[in-house]
């Protein structure tokens, strides 16, 4: 079973206008971090969000902020006054567990392709 | 933010050859990097879990003997793809976790790799 759904392929936006990114996730550990990466056509992974499964309030980033439903295990990326440059693949990822030798690794969602129109 | 490296950044090599990609974190020590493996349009797949002084945790269906890791000090970590075919062209990133509770997961720029 899939750990980390990402329900849309592909997103278009205008820019300057906000745009959500769908996550689910499915667990049963009850500790688990949520981590957003943006990943332009160079291939580069670059860190965007990330939310603590006992954290109380969402992340905010700059013009991102994630929207945390933690009874309905989605995780979505809110990204404020889109800019062209914000057009990539984006993943949503967990990380289970709070030790152990391979604690830190991520399991990653299909991605979503985020095009911002002029 | 911390920094990873990736050498090379794109390799071509021929059929039979052995590959190695290094991972670097440049200004922080990692005891624990991960090696994923990105195919066009696809996700990253994690191989494997590398243990500066132990050996590599490997993911179900990865081949320990294809794919050796060796990670000998706090800031290196080797990737090695061995007799490498065409079916093992691919994109390879690695990453390391910065902080106590690693919340924060850097990725080196990644590695292209095309076998001939």
């Known amino acids: 079973a899939q750990k980390i759904t990402q329900t849309q392929p592909g997103m278009f936006v205008q820019e300057k206008e906000a745009v959500t990114l769908d996550c689910t996730y499915d667990t049963s550990d009850p500790s688990y971090g949520l981590f957003w990466y943006k990943q332009p056509s160079s291939g580069e992974m670059i860190f965007l969000i990330y939310?603590?499964?006992?954290?109380?309030q969402n992340a905010t980033e700059g013009r991102y902020s994630l929207n945390f439903q933690k009874a309905r295990k989605s995780a979505n990326l809110v990204i404020s006054a889109s800019q062209l440059g914000d057009s990539a693949m984006y993943f949503c990822a967990m990380r289970e567990g709070s030790g152990g030798t391979s604690y830190g690794k991520l399991t990653f969602g299909q991605g979503t392709i985020l095009t911002v129109h002029p | 933010g911390a920094v990873v490296s990736q050498h090379p950044s794109r390799v071509i090599c021929k059929s039979g050859t052995s590959v190695k990609i290094e991972c670097r974190s440049l200004?922080?020590?990692?005891?624990?990097m991960f090696w994923y493996r990105q195919f066009p349009k696809q996700s990253l797949m994690l191989m494997a879990t590398?243990?500066?002084?132990?050996?590599?945790?490997?993911e179900q269906g990865v081949e320990k003997d294809k794919f050796l890791i060796n990670h000998a000090s706090l800031t290196l970590s080797t990737l090695t793809v061995t007799s490498a075919h065409p079916e093992d062209s691919s994109f390879y990133i690695c990453s390391a976790g910065v902080g106590y509770q690693r919340e924060t997961q850097y990725f080196g720029p990644g590695t292209r790799l095309l076998v001939l």
């Open positions: 590398s243990n500066e002084g132990s050996k590599a945790t490997y």
């Open positions: 939310q603590g499964s006992y954290d109380q």
């Open positions: 200004d922080f020590q990692a005891t624990t």
